[in-house]
């Protein structure tokens, strides 16, 4: 009997499956998690909380970032919100941007390499490393990600389709815009000079003048509309905005230091294929083709013009994935066959071995063996205790079971070493978030530390200060609990209630005197965290 595989290359219902199961795996069943997710969730809820206007607040102070992503939230939350937890609905926005930004890069592939090769670079895209966290927490970046993407289909279709290539272009602007912006529209601005380099005709010109028009009145209708509706919050947002770009609050020569530092494992596999891609090119005198120069050329733009826009963090970084993903799918389908073998099996090798540790792992945390591995999973979140959850047990057996698929069947092809990396990355990532769902979530989420601190204020508690609580904090406590904190420097100067944050003793104690001591706390197994309640004496 003949046992099925995977047909290589993929295309239709195989390729949309496994770009489904890729921008979908872990981005359900967990609580928002530290920093930038529960940041731009609460954001979000906020958002969906007001009411009224366009703007834009964090735990009810004014937020100023370009709202596209919270407004994509929001109706991800109006059409799923009855059918998944609140956060869950609200993250699904960064599953559509990922899916467009995928969906882009086929089509772009398709223009400058062929349709039997054009699924290369968005399967070499979600097998880079950089993307898979990003891509799966809530992250307006991502809109920006899928802007650059569009971008890039824009100038490989402008030759052909001028007509599609304008609007493309002149949507990627209004999406960098919307999405992130001046820091978004300013990279994607020195972009759109190089098909005037590149194509050098007045049919060009005129297509990137239109896209730039159009794009232009776009902007000011929706920059309209958020002034008539949120007059305030949209001037101060513009003058953040304006005072961030030019403030050079940022060193240029350290953010490309710290470019260089992300680069070699943050866009792994890439870059090598990329090397290979340039090597072969140049053998061949193919190199200066525009489907190799201008993927080549962009990267280089993003990575001198991002730094003078952004502060480079690994959030900023995936910025530069789609033209390398553009540039390494030729170097990827004429690997030598001793060169695709190898990788081949390193992924089929790498994989599975962190599939087992996963296994291995989740059962000290369930079943205590092995021991040791157990009480080193105790040591890093004291107090922890793994609960048996069927569904995420079942959903873990059933993705181990494809990937044993995967590595028995998968036919010999020029494909099966990228597809097969970027199925077991996938894979190993959705063994994490379920397998280990408990314990992350125990050591990430601020559920617990945000209850226990609502359970110590009173119900009339009226106003509450804080004093060097963090963002992110901030966000958790609204996010779970809906509490509300005021900068005590300012309008928190006369509550009754002040929450500080800090490491020391010195951090913690508020400045001034007349002020007790109600709770202290912070979250298990965080050691550099802790936070005070303190409760004004009276007068």
């Known amino acids: 009997m003949t046992v099925p595989s995977l047909k290589l290359p993929p295309t239709g219902w195989t390729l949309a499956g496994l770009f489904a199961f890729y921008v979908l795996a872990g981005l359900f069943g967990h609580d928002p998690w530290k920093t930038e997710d529960v940041i731009h969730l609460a954001v979000a809820r906020d958002f969906l909380d007001a009411g009224h206007g366009l703007e834009l607040s964090l735990a009810g102070r004014p937020f100023l970032a370009a709202p596209l992503y919270y407004w994509s939230a929001a109706l991800t939350w109006l059409g799923f919100g009855w059918l998944m937890p609140m956060h869950d609905a609200l993250r699904l926005a960064s ?98 000079t190089l098909p005037l380099i ?124 789609p033209p390398l993903a553009l540039l390494a799918t030729p170097g990827a389908l004429i690997l030598r066959r001793g060169a695709a073998n190898a990788f081949d099996w390193f992924s089929g090798t790498v994989f599975t071995v962190f599939a087992i540790l996963m296994w291995t792992g989740w059962s000290a945390m369930i079943f205590g063996y092995p021991a040791r591995l157990a009480e080193r999973a105790v040591e890093l979140e004291p107090g922890f205790i793994g609960r048996f959850d069927f569904w995420f047990f079942a959903l873990a057996a059933l993705v181990t079971l494809w990937w044993g698929w995967l590595l028995l069947t998968l036919p010999r092809s020029s494909w099966r070493c990228i597809t ?83 490491n020391s003793r010195a951090e913690l104690t508020p400045p001034g005197q007349g002020w007790q001591r109600v709770w202290e706390g912070n979250r298990p197994g965080d050691r550099k965290e802790r936070f005070r309640l303190y409760r004004r004496l009276a007068e």
């Open 198 to 321: 590149f194509y050098r005709t007045r049919h060009a010109l005129l297509s990137i003048l239109t896209a730039l028009a159009l794009a232009a009145l776009v902007l000011a209708a929706a920059g309209g509309a958020l002034y008539a509706l949120a007059p305030e919050w949209f001037l101060a947002w513009t003058r953040h905005e304006r005072s961030a770009l030019l403030s050079g609050d940022w060193s240029y020569g350290r953010d490309m230091l710290e470019f260089l530092k992300l680069l070699p494992w943050f866009s792994w596999p890439l870059w090598p294929l990329v090397g290979w891609t340039i090597w072969q090119k140049r053998r061949q005198r193919q190199w200066q083709n525009v489907e190799i120069l201008l993927p080549l050329v962009a990267f280089a733009v993003l990575f001198f013009v991002l730094p003078v826009c952004v502060n480079i963090r690994e959030r900023t970084a995936i910025l530069i994935l």
């Open 95 to 192: 599953g559509l941007w990922t899916a467009l930004t995928l969906i882009t890069l086929y089509y772009a592939g398709r223009e400058w390499y062929g349709q039997n090769n054009a699924a290369a670079a968005p399967i070499l895209l979600a097998g880079s490393f950089g993307l898979i966290v990003r891509a799966h927490e809530a992250q307006p970046m991502l809109v920006l990600l899928a802007a650059i993407s569009l971008w890039l289909l824009s100038v490989a279709l402008l030759p052909r389709k001028p007509r599609a290539a304008v609007l493309l272009l002149a949507s990627a602007l209004i999406l960098g815009a919307l999405g992130v912006g001046l820091a978004g529209i300013l990279p994607l601005l020195a972009l759109t």
């Open 420 to 502: 097969r990396w970027s199925a077991g990355l996938s894979i190993v990532w959705l063994l994490a978030v379920s397998l280990w769902l408990p314990w992350i979530d125990y050591g990430k989420s601020y559920r617990p530390t945000a209850a226990t601190l609502a359970a110590q204020l009173p119900e009339n508690a009226g106003c509450i200060a804080e004093w060097h609580v963090g963002n992110a904090q901030l966000a958790s406590f609204a996010y779970f609990e809906r509490l509300r904190f005021m900068p005590l420097e300012s309008e928190g100067q006369y509550c009754r209630w002040l929450l500080t944050q800090g």
